[in-house]
C-alpha cells in the first residue's frame, strides 16, 4: 500500500486512547457482498424491494454491490495493511437459510466460516451481526416480523450459527437499529418491506426485542464465552428553544426512538408516558416476554451520526451555522459526547462498542486517483474526541467501528452517498484507500491523533487530556 499522505495540522494537543481501545470498521452483508442468488442463498426482503420498480434511488440494486462475496480477500488485506483491529460484518441469513427456517445452505455457512479464518490469520476480531435487514423473503411470505413465529426461526438460526463459528467468533449482535427495521420499514414504508402501518410497527419492534433475547440465549447456548450486544442508533434530541412545548416535543421524540428500546433492554419495562399515548397501538406483550427481552448483555452497540432538534410544529432541518452531511444530517460531535455520558449515568449499561460512525460526502478524485475526504477525516476526528471525552468522563467505550469500510449501498438511496474510508468505484470495483482511511490508520498505530489547537476542542477536552500535552 502506498505511503500515508495524511499531514497533520500543526499540532498542540495529543489525544490518546487506553492501549486495549478496539479500533474497527464495520459494514452489513447486503450493502457489500452483491452475489444475491449464487450458491444457494435464497431471496431476501432486500433483493425483492429493491428489484421493485420506484424504490430506490437510479433503480440501484444490491445485485452486485461491492463484490465483497468474491473480493473479500483483498478487502480482508486493505484492512490488515491500514492496522484495523476488529472487523463487524453482518451474516446474511437467506445465505444460511434459503428459506429462512430448515434446510440449511453450507455454502453459505462456508463463505462466512472463510471470512472468519481469513480475518483471525489477519490478525482481525470478528464481530458478527446477525441481523442486518435482510430477512429471508420466504419469511415475509409467512408476515416477516409482524409473524412472533419469526423471532423462533431467529434464534434456531442463531443457534446453527453459533455451532459453526462460535468457536472462533466471541462478539456478536443480534439485530442492527431496531428503530430502523420497525419505523423506515413498517411505519414509513422507505424501506423493505415497504409497510405504511403505526401499530404494525410497533409490534414489529416488540418481535424484534423478543427475538434479540431469544437469540442472546441462542448464542450462549453452545459457547458460554460468547459476548452477546445489540446495535443501536441513538438520535440524541435538543429542544429548539426553551419553550415547554419544544423541550416536550425533544423528550418524546427520544422516548419514542431511544427509551423505547433502551427501557425494555435495560430495565424490563416500555416508557410507560408513551405506552400510554399510544393507546390502542401498543403490541401484544406475552408474559415472559419482558425477562427474556432484559437480559444481561455483554455489550451495548451504538451507533451514531448525528441528532434531532424538535420543535411542537416537529423536526428542524436547518440549523443556521451548522454544517450537514450528504445525507442531510447535521454534523453534531457535541451531542455524541453528551449523549454517552448522560445515557451512561440515566441506565445500568454494559461496556459500549460505538457500533457505528461516519458520514456521507462527496467525494472528489484527484488527478492521480487520491481522494482528499477531509470533510470525512474532520468528521471522525471529532467524533473520536468526543469518545475520548466520554471515556475521561467515566463511560466504558471500549472500541469504535468506523462506517464504512467501503462505500457501499446506502439502501434506499442507492450507491450516490459515499461512506466509506476506502472508495469503491462501481463500474471496476476497484479499492482505493481516501485520505480518511490513511488518517484513521495513523489513529491506530499511534493510539490517537494530534488535533488542532480550536476554542470547540478545548473547551471538549477534559482537564487529563489537557495535560496530555505533546
Ligand atoms: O448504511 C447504514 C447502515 O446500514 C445502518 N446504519 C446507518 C448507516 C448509514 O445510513
Given at each position: 500500500m502506498a505511503d500515508s499522505n495524511v499531514s497533520f495540522p500543526t499540532a498542540e494537543y495529543c489525544v490518546t486512547f487506553p492501549r486495549n481501545f478496539l479500533w474497527g470498521a464495520a459494514t452489513a452483508a447486503y450493502q457489500i457482498e452483491g452475489a444475491w442468488n449464487e450458491d444457494g442463498k435464497g431471496e431476501s426482503i432486500w433483493d425483492r424491494f429493491s428489484h421493485t420498480e420506484g424504490t430506490i434511488a437510479n433503480a440501484d440494486t444490491g445485485d452486485t454491490a461491492c463484490d465483497h462475496y468474491h473480493r473479500f480477500d483483498e478487502d480482508i488485506e486493505l484492512m490488515r495493511e491500514l492496522g484495523i483491529k476488529a472487523y463487524r460484518f453482518s451474516i446474511s441469513w437467506p445465505r444460511i437459510f434459503p428459506d429462512g427456517k430448515g434446510l440449511v445452505n453450507l455454502a453459505g455457512l462456508d463463505f462466512y466460516s472463510r471470512l472468519v479464518d481469513k480475518l483471525l490469520s489477519a490478525g482481525i476480531q470478528p464481530f458478527a451481526t446477525l441481523y442486518h435487514w435482510d430477512l429471508p423473503q420466504k419469511l415475509q411470505e409467512l408476515g416477516g416480523w409482524t409473524n412472533r413465529e419469526v423471532s423462533s426461526h431467529f434464534a434456531d438460526y442463531a443457534a446453527v450459527i453459533s455451532k459453526h463459528l462460535g468457536d472462533r467468533v466471541t462478539n456478536w449482535i443480534t439485530i442492527n437499529e431496531p428503530w430502523v427495521v420497525a419505523n423506515l420499514g413498517f411505519k414509513t414504508g422507505e424501506h423493505a418491506p415497504g409497510i405504511k402501518d403505526e401499530k404494525v410497527s410497533l409490534q414489529v419492534a416488540h418481535h424484534l426485542l423478543v427475538a434479540h433475547g431469544k437469540a442472546t440465549q441462542a448464542l450462549r447456548a453452545d459457547h458460554a464465552h460468547s459476548r452477546v450486544g445489540i446495535a443501536l442508533d441513538m438520535r440524541p434530541t435538543t429542544p429548539a428553544s426553551d419553550k415547554p412545548e419544544d423541550i416536550q416535543?425533544?423528550?418524546?421524540?427520544?422516548?419514542?426512538?431511544?427509551?423505547?428500546?433502551?427501557?425494555?433492554?435495560?430495565?424490563?419495562?416500555?416508557?410507560?408516558?408513551?405506552?400510554?399515548?399510544?393507546?390502542?397501538?401498543?403490541?401484544?406483550?406475552?408474559?415472559?416476554?419482558?425477562?427474556?427481552?432484559?437480559?444481561?448483555?455483554?455489550?451495548?452497540?451504538?451507533?451514531?451520526?448525528?441528532?434531532?432538534?424538535?420543535?411542537?410544529?416537529?423536526?428542524?432541518?436547518?440549523?443556521?451555522?451548522?454544517?450537514?452531511?450528504?445525507?442531510?444530517?447535521?454534523?453534531?460531535?457535541?451531542?455524541?459526547?453528551?449523549?454517552?455520558?448522560?445515557?451512561?449515568?440515566?441506565?445500568?449499561?454494559?461496556?459500549?462498542?460505538?457500533?457505528?460512525?461516519?458520514?456521507?460526502?462527496?467525494?472528489i478524485v484527484g488527478p492521480n486517483g487520491e481522494i482528499e475526504d477531509q470533510e470525512r477525516l474532520v468528521y471522525l476526528r471529532d467524533h473520536l474526541l468526543q469518545v475520548r471525552v466520554a471515556i475521561e468522563d467515566g463511560v466504558d467505550v471500549q472500541g469504535y467501528f468506523v462506517w464504512s469500510l467501503?462505500?457501499?449501498?446506502?439502501?434506499?438511496?442507492?450507491?450516490?452517498?459515499?461512506?466509506?474510508?476506502?472508495?469503491?468505484?462501481?463500474?471496476?470495483?476497484?479499492?482505493?484507500?481516501?485520505?480518511?482511511?490513511?488518517?484513521?490508520?495513523?489513529?491506530?498505530?499511534?493510539f490517537g491523533f494530534a488535533t488542532e489547537k480550536s476554542e470547540h476542542e478545548l473547551i471538549a477536552l477534559t482537564a487529563a487530556q489537557r495535560n496530555d500535552r505533546r
Open positions: 416535543a425533544a423528550w418524546k421524540t427520544w422516548t419514542r426512538e431511544a427509551r423505547w428500546y433502551m427501557d425494555p433492554l435495560f430495565r424490563a419495562y416500555y416508557p410507560p408516558d408513551i405506552w400510554t399515548e399510544y393507546g390502542s397501538k401498543v403490541p401484544h406483550v406475552k408474559p415472559r416476554d419482558m425477562s427474556v427481552i432484559s437480559q444481561n448483555l455483554d455489550f451495548l452497540g451504538i451507533n451514531y451520526y448525528t441528532r434531532t432538534v424538535c420543535s411542537e410544529k416537529g423536526p428542524v432541518t436547518k440549523v443556521e451555522g451548522s454544517t450537514y452531511t450528504e445525507m442531510g444530517w447535521e454534523v453534531t460531535p457535541d451531542a455524541f459526547g453528551k449523549m454517552l455520558i448522560e445515557i451512561s449515568k440515566e441506565y445500568n449499561l454494559p461496556p459500549i462498542f460505538i457500533t457505528e460512525n461516519g458520514a456521507a460526502f462527496k467525494d467501503l462505500d457501499n449501498f446506502e439502501w434506499a438511496l442507492g450507491y450516490d452517498k459515499r461512506f466509506g474510508i476506502i472508495r469503491v468505484d462501481f463500474d471496476t470495483l476497484k479499492r482505493t484507500v481516501k485520505k480518511s482511511g490513511h488518517w484513521y490508520s495513523s489513529v491506530i498505530k499511534n
